[in-house]
């Protein structure tokens, strides 16, 4: 027999130890952690691999490029909403069912890096130059490289969370794509490009910002190593 899920509080006791000891707090991470439990658990329960909602997330993103294209581009927005979600159920249905692994960490981050290039082939799309988008890209690369390499190490732990995680990029992409679908639905379209550049800008901002932060966290953690 199938044991009992836990509640809340026991799937945040689960989730916890992966992550550094770490538990959510706040209304808003809370809330955001409830309702992915909300949506994990009957999925757990009908046994959902979480790799099958992990490659549901990515077909997900991949329609944020082709909305990129059309009129209705404000549209990305909830998508981006619904890709965040898969992306936090995926693991929740891992933990709920204990079938949380190391190739699913793996696999869950491949898709991620892959998810968001297709979010800033959106902002190409949607106007932003590839001349900017190439930079904006490779720094968010390095930066998971560089966790990876501290990771790998034996560095762990919220230690090394940033001011651009992939929240913080759904956000970002998810804002400009506010500005970019309301311009297009009025008589200044002719501005929806500069808007994504200025997403792509925003972007590559951040996420200097946040490589240069996980550097100087992996220099001090790793000075005596």
Known sequence: MRPPFPDFDGYLDRWAPPHGGWRPSGVFPLGWFRVTYALALPLARFGVHPHVVTAFGLLLTA??????????????VPLLVC?????????AVAVLTGRASGFGAVLDSLCDR????LFLVALV???APPWLAA??????????????????????????VTVFE????????????????????????????????AGVALWLALALA????????????????
């Open 114 to 117: 892959v998810g968001e290039a």
């Open 83 to 91: 890709c965040g979600l898969a992306d936090s159920v995926d693991g």
């Open 135 to 160: 930079p904006a890209a490779l720094v968010a690369f390095l930066l998971e490289y560089v966790r990876a390499r501290a990771a790998a190490v034996g560095m762990t732990g919220m230690g090394i």
């Open 166 to 197: 992939r929240p913080s990029r759904i956000l970002v992409v998810a804002f400009t794509f506010v500005a970019v679908g309301g311009l297009r639905l009025t008589v200044h379209d002719g501005l929806s490009g500069v808007a994504a550049t």
């Open 125 to 127: 799309v949607a106007g």
């Open 210 to 225: 946040g490589l240069g932060q996980i550097l100087h966290t992996v220099r001090s953690a790793l000075a005596d190593r």
């Open 63 to 76: 329609g944020v490029p082709l909305l990129a294209l059309t009129k209705a581009a404000i549209l990305v």
